[in-house]
Antibody, heavy 122, light 106 residues
Framework: EVQLVESGGGLVQPGRSLRLSCAASGFTIGDYAMHWVRQAPGKGLEWVSGINWNSNSIDYADSVKGRFTISRDNAKNSLYLEMRSLRGQDTALYYC???????????????WGQGTTVTVSS | DIQMTQSPSSLSASVGDRVTITCRASQTISGYLNWYQQRPGKAPKVLIYTASSLHSGVPSRFSGSGSGTDFTLTITGLQPEDFATYFCQQSFSTPPTFGQGTKVEI
């Protein structure tokens, strides 16, 4: 079964850091672009970051640029999101998602995890 | 960034109805438009990619059309499990952007 499982979320104080992980099973992530998408409580979907199959191309939403770092370990079939200088506006459910292409350009998100919740509050 | 605007924001429909949701891009995105369904408390699922391609396993009552800036998702013969929020997303340029969502209430 094709599956993504996120972990690493939790309650964190403003200004602190957190690292999210996404473990894939049932497919090889090395063949696809991968993404992080977040959803604030009661709100819509916001793309956070994407990384192509070999990590040569990466991009971020302006709202997280300079604070978040996406990475992948194809050997471990895993995706990561390092989040620094967290703000209240970063509070959301964070989804890991698989692209349907090697590149995150022109990519639909065809497999999603169940998400991990990040709450930024003092 | 390309802005995606969906209409309506919500709608009420009955089982068996034909439902149409529209999505408009602030600039041309060719055919790089995807549709997702999100049921309450669940992760989104892709329904349609590149405007009109049905994702594997998605019922044929879902269909998509459009190109350029105007796109449509149609559900023909609404089922109880279709109660959900639907999002469009452009993948033509980065950052990929989503519409605000359309809540379909049965």
């Amino acid at each position: 079964e094709v599956q993504l499982v996120e972990s690493g979320g939790g309650l964190v104080q403003p200004g602190r850091s957190l690292r999210l992980s996404c473990a894939a099973s049932g497919f090889t992530i090395g063949d696809y672009a991968m993404h992080w998408v977040r959803q604030a409580p009661g709100k819509g979907l916001e793309w956070v970051s994407g990384i192509n199959w070999n990590s040569n191309s990466i991009d971020y939403a302006d709202s997280v640029k300079g604070r978040f770092t996406i990475s992948r370990d194809n050997a471990k079939n895993s995706l990561y999101l390092e989040m620094r200088s967290l703000r209240g506006q970063d509070t959301a459910l964070y989804y890991c998602a698989k692209g349907n292409r090697e590149s995150f350009y022109y990519s639909a998100l065809d497999v999603w995890g169940q998400g991990t919740t990040v709450t930024v509050s003092s | 960034d390309i802005q995606m605007t969906q209409s309506p924001s919500s709608l009420s429909a009955s089982v068996g109805d034909r439902v149409t949701i529209t999505c408009r891009a602030s600039q041309t995105i060719s055919g790089y438009l995807n549709w997702y369904q999100q049921r309450p408390g669940k992760a989104p699922k892709v329904l349609i990619y590149t405007a009109s391609s049905l994702h594997s396993g998605v019922p044929s009552r879902f269909s998509g059309s459009g190109s350029g800036t105007d796109f449509t998702l149609t559900i023909t013969g609404l089922q109880p499990e279709d109660f959900a929020t639907y999002f469009c997303q452009q993948s033509f340029s980065t950052p990929p952007t989503f519409g605000q969502g359309t809540k379909v209430e049965i």
